[in-house]
């Protein structure tokens, strides 16, 4: 089990300074609006316990000297539950972000709703969402650190509703708590690090992490790259004489990879990790990295093997995400094609692939493609910028990969060679077509 701090001890963590908000005073019955026998004495309590009037505290503050609106759950006051107060309080630090036009950041750790104020207690979430909803429209952040325990409709509107997600190690996350699970569930999917491995939180940091982490999120997010020129190029290879020498090449197991580029290209990477649909890629790197001299960038790279729906899928929604807050997006492009196993059928490898195009199409900000290595089929082409993609030396893009183009024509394998030389493949032939602007 996580350490639990109280609201007071993980605002310290996280923020330069706080000053606290509080919200009207909202005329309440002794035991609630259910008239629950010793609920106004289990306030009372709890109060005097935690020295908080609820369950949520909020306020203004600055997060590596950049302003922020904080709010966060006490859970020493009822499990952190939320009530018509604590909802208030919520909605309250929501519309302050949204006035004041600063990233809202969340610091969860919440058992759901209050049983003591029964389904007046559950509608909280309904506002939570609302603001949620607003809070995106205006195009304001919201970064979440996720505490130990974060379950119910805490979890399921304000930890899992914001567009960054970090968990402490260790955290209980799910939207079922310990007291209602099943008797057989793996206790490992309701850990910080089993909702990582499913793609349902961005990042597991540590305490002594947590502030530059959240800081550079904050900075992130709202310092986006004014241009984003493509990357350069990391091998010095000549030009491929050939279409078969252009495949050959790109299929080098030691020619440079996406690490590589995006080590050159970024002083500082922020992964963004998972479809939120319980799928990751691990093929695929996302996120956003900060450039030498300031300014962000969202990335989105391929690692040379085939992509899977769960990759297009975190494609898509970090391409949205930059949208969003205006940050322009990179896209390096390295794969032999979409997966097209069974799995990744049943999966959605189509739909997922759909997701991706219309992500890239939609895109208000640049997008700006580089072909790093293989460019295969429409698994490459759907994280492709139209008229903005590059190529390196050592890369090709084809319709389909020349073995396959050469099953279709029914023709011999012997044939594939052949078959590459036909369809103008190599870097120089894909400028000369006007598929890409130039060669790095």
């Given at each position: 089990?996580?350490?639990?701090?109280s609201?007071?001890?993980?605002?310290?963590l996280?923020?330069?300074?706080?000053?606290?908000?509080t919200?009207p005073?909202?005329?309440?019955?002794?035991?609630?609006?259910?008239?629950?026998?010793?609920?106004?004495?289990?306030?009372a309590?709890?109060?005097?316990?935690?020295?908080e009037?609820?369950?949520?505290v909020?306020g203004?503050?600055?997060?590596?000297?950049?302003?922020?609106?904080?709010?966060?759950f006490e859970?020493?006051?009822?499990?952190?539950?939320?009530?018509?107060?604590?909802?208030?309080?919520?909605?309250?630090?929501?519309?302050?972000?949204r006035?004041?036009r600063?990233?809202?950041?969340?610091?969860?750790?919440?058992?759901?709703?209050?049983?003591q104020?029964?389904?007046?207690?559950?509608?909280?979430?309904?506002?939570?969402?609302?603001?949620?909803?607003?809070?995106?429209?205006?195009g304001?952040p919201?970064?979440?650190?996720?505490?130990?325990?974060?379950?119910?409709?805490?979890?399921a509107t304000?930890?899992?509703?914001?567009?960054v997600?970090?968990?402490?190690?260790?955290?209980?996350?799910?939207?079922?708590?310990?007291?209602?699970?099943?008797?057989?569930?793996?206790?490992?999917?309701?850990?910080?690090?089993?909702?990582l491995?499913?793609?349902?939180?961005?990042?597991?940091?540590?305490?002594?992490?947590?502030?530059a982490?959240?800081?550079?999120?904050?900075?992130?997010?709202?310092?986006p790259?004014?241009?984003?020129?493509?990357?350069?190029?990391?091998?010095e290879?000549?030009?491929?004489?050939?279409?078969?020498?252009?495949?050959l090449?790109?299929?080098?197991?030691?020619?440079?990879?996406?690490?590589?580029?995006?080590?050159?290209?970024?002083e500082?990477?922020?992964?963004?990790?998972g479809?939120?649909?319980?799928?990751?890629?691990?093929?695929?790197?996302?996120?956003?990295?900060?450039?030498?001299?300031?300014?962000?960038v969202?990335?989105?790279?391929?690692?040379?093997?085939?992509?899977?729906?769960?990759?297009?899928?975190?494609?898509?929604?970090?391409?949205?995400?930059?949208?969003?807050?205006?940050?322009?997006?990179?896209?390096?492009?390295?794969?032999?094609?979409?997966?097209?196993?069974a799995?990744a059928?049943?999966?959605?490898?189509?739909a997922?692939?759909?997701?991706?195009?219309?992500?890239v199409a939609?895109?208000?900000?640049?997008?700006?493609?580089?072909?790093?290595?293989?460019?295969?089929?429409?698994g490459?082409?759907?994280?492709?910028?139209p008229?903005?993609t590059?190529?390196?030396?050592?890369s090709?893009?084809?319709?389909?990969?020349?073995?396959?183009?050469?099953?279709?024509?029914?023709?011999?394998?012997?044939?594939?060679?052949?078959?590459?030389?036909?369809?103008?493949l190599r870097?120089?032939?894909?400028?000369?077509?006007?598929?890409?602007?130039?060669i790095v």
């Amino acid at each position: 089990m996580a350490e639990r701090l109280s609201a007071r001890d993980v605002i310290a963590l996280v923020t330069d300074a706080f000053a606290e908000h509080t919200p009207p005073a909202r005329s309440c019955a002794p035991d609630g609006p259910l008239g629950w026998e010793g609920y106004g004495a289990s306030l009372a309590r709890a109060a005097g316990r935690t020295g908080e009037a609820e369950s949520v505290v909020y306020g203004t503050a600055t997060v590596g000297g950049r302003p922020c609106v904080t709010l966060a759950f006490e859970f020493g006051f009822l499990g952190g539950s939320l009530g018509e107060r604590a909802g208030d309080r919520l909605e309250a630090a929501y519309r302050l972000a949204r006035e004041e036009r600063v990233p809202l950041v969340s610091l969860v750790a919440t058992g759901g709703s209050r049983m003591q104020e029964g389904m007046v207690a559950l509608t909280q979430l309904q506002r939570v969402a609302r603001e949620s909803v607003l809070l995106r429209e205006a195009g304001v952040p919201h970064v979440t650190v996720v505490r130990d325990p974060s379950t119910g409709g805490g979890w399921a509107t304000v930890g899992a509703g914001a567009d960054v997600i970090l968990a402490l190690p260790g955290a209980q996350i799910g939207f079922a708590g310990s007291r209602v699970r099943p008797p057989d569930a793996e206790p490992a999917a309701y850990t910080a690090e089993g909702q990582l491995a499913a793609g349902h939180v961005d990042a597991v940091v540590r305490p002594e992490e947590l502030r530059a982490a959240v800081a550079a999120w904050v900075a992130a997010l709202t310092g986006p790259a004014g241009e984003v020129p493509p990357p350069a190029a990391v091998s010095e290879a000549p030009l491929p004489a050939g279409g078969w020498e252009a495949v050959l090449r790109a299929r080098d197991p030691g020619r440079p990879r996406a690490e590589a580029y995006l080590d050159r290209y970024f002083e500082h990477r922020l992964p963004l990790t998972g479809d939120r649909c319980g799928g990751t890629d691990p093929g695929l790197l996302c996120g956003v990295g900060l450039r030498p001299g300031g300014g962000a960038v969202a990335y989105v790279a391929q690692c040379g093997t085939a992509t899977r729906p769960a990759g297009y899928r975190t494609a898509a929604r970090v391409i949205r995400l930059a949208d969003r807050f205006g940050i322009p997006v990179l896209t390096l492009v390295d794969t032999p094609g979409a997966a097209n196993d069974a799995e990744a059928e049943r999966a959605g490898a189509g739909a997922a692939i759909a997701e991706a195009f219309t992500a890239v199409a939609g895109a208000r900000v640049p997008v700006t493609t580089l072909l790093i290595g293989e460019g295969g089929s429409g698994g490459a082409l759907a994280l492709a910028a139209p008229g903005n993609t590059w190529a390196t030396r050592d890369s090709y893009f084809s319709v389909i990969a020349p073995e396959l183009a050469a099953a279709i024509l029914k023709r011999p394998p012997d044939q594939a060679p052949r078959t590459a030389e036909q369809l103008r493949l190599r870097p120089q032939d894909l400028v000369e077509l006007g598929v890409v602007r130039g060669i790095v």
